[in-house]
């Protein structure tokens, strides 16, 4: 079973950053891709942004241009840098080895609070 751990996590004043990371137990680049989730109280969990089979990436609309998704694959890691970062950011965020019928595994996740 693949292990995901997320760290980076904490406080951030509105329009500063933070870089998640997220460390896998094994290699997983030619079975999974990875991605990052995020669910904020009340609401459901949303994909914030993702790479695809064939190494592209994908955001969500609200954090086009803010948030940059990268990995090593030889160190078995996944990031998430994110800027500009606003109050409705505030979420655990999640990172995720995703399979062709979505998710097959999930971190513990990690806290990201924007606020002043």
């Known amino acids: 079973q693949v292990q995901l751990v997320e760290s980076g996590g904490g406080l951030v004043q509105p329009g500063g950053s933070l870089r998640l990371s997220c460390a896998a137990s094994e290699s997983i680049s030619s079975t999974y891709v990875m991605g990052w989730y995020r669910q904020a109280p009340g609401k459901e969990r949303e994909l914030v942004a993702r790479?695809?089979?064939?190494?592209?990436?994908n955001y969500a609309d609200s954090v086009k241009g803010r948030f940059t998704i990268s990995r090593d694959n030889a160190a078995n890691m996944v990031y998430l840098q994110m800027n500009s970062l606003r109050p409705e950011d505030t979420a655990v965020y999640y990172c995720?080895?995703?399979?062709?019928?979505?998710?097959?595994?999930w971190g513990q996740g990690t806290q990201v609070t924007v606020s002043s």
């Open positions: 790479f695809t089979r064939g190494g592209s990436t």
């Open positions: 995720a080895a995703i399979e062709v019928w979505g998710p097959r595994y």
